[in-house]
């Protein structure tokens, strides 16, 4: 096992090597591997590169909204919150860009556990990135964001209606 500090910096070859691992325990068949992995990347998060950090948050995210991942989906949804929180500025603008979207796909769908995960990741997006969004106001769709979460708070389930108020509480940050 190698043991790395906050300050270390990886040499390229063996960051790519623990990416790529990372990656492959994300998508191994037993939910201990995923954990145990999704653990390893809020530990070693502060010393990836952002592009790597950026490829792990885009997995994370695509199995959030994925309907097979049940079991797993709230420790996903909450390596990509603590990642978020990790982040840069500079960083944020490429993360967003890359994990918005699939937030978006995740609201659309008609599973209630997704919708309250992809809800929960952009409230801590608004909160953590809100002058960023305000400035760069191309990063997100807020027209189609907008009218998705009023939808949202017309839906009969309880919880995706709190969710949806807290992310709309955050987005009115942003807003003109």
């Known amino acids: 096992m190698i043991k790395i500090s906050e300050t270390s ?3 390229e ?3 790519k090597r623990i990416i790529s691992a990372f990656v492959k325990h ?3 068949t037993s939910v ?3 954990s145990n992995a999704v653990k390893q990347i809020q530990k070693t998060s502060g010393i990836l590169k952002e592009q790597n950090l950026i490829l792990i948050v885009e997995t994370l995210a695509d199995m959030v909204v994925d309907a097979n991942k049940k079991e797993v989906r709230d420790i996903y949804a909450l390596a990509i919150k603590s990642t978020i929180q990790e982040l840069k500025e500079n960083a944020a603008t490429n993360m ?3 994990v918005y979207p699939k937030l978006f796909k995740g609201l659309k769908q008609a599973n209630t556990e997704v919708q309250e995960e992809c809800l929960e990741i952009l409230a801590e997006i608004f909160k953590t990135f809100g ?3 305000y400035k760069k106001s191309n990063l997100v769709n807020k027209d189609d964001l907008m009218k998705m979460i009023c939808d949202l708070l017309q839906l009969q389930n309880e919880g995706v209606r709190k969710k949806a108020t807290n992310c709309l509480g955050q987005f009115a940050i ?3």
């Open 96 to 98: 967003i860009k890359a």
């Open 9 to 11: 910096k990886l040499e």
């Open 32 to 34: 201990d591997v995923q």
């Open 174 to 176: 942003i807003l003109s």
């Open 26 to 28: 994300l998508n191994d």
């Open 13 to 15: 070859g063996l960051e």
């Open 131 to 133: 002058q960023l969004l």
